[in-house]
């Protein structure tokens, strides 16, 4: 049986929407920057506890850009 041309456009439209976009952000780097932010800021070292509030100041603000875009 042939498929109808208007179920084979609504059919690869409702998958394109649903793909991810493709974001390395998404799932990598994000997760990656808060949980390095995190372990460096429990060093007792003073410098790499500022790194680590940098590293968790960053990985939440591209999180939140990401999440609103």
């Not at 949980?35 to 939440?60: D, K, N, Q, R």
């Amino acid at each position: 049986m042939a498929r109808n041309d208007d179920e084979y456009t609504e059919e690869t439209t409702a998958e394109s929407t649903t793909e991810d976009d493709g974001s390395w952000w998404d799932e990598g780097l994000i997760s990656l920057l808060i949980i390095a932010g995190v372990v460096l800021f429990f060093f007792p070292e003073p410098a790499t506890s500022m790194f680590g509030i940098l590293l968790l100041a960053i990985g939440i603000v591209a999180w939140l850009a990401d999440w609103l875009m």
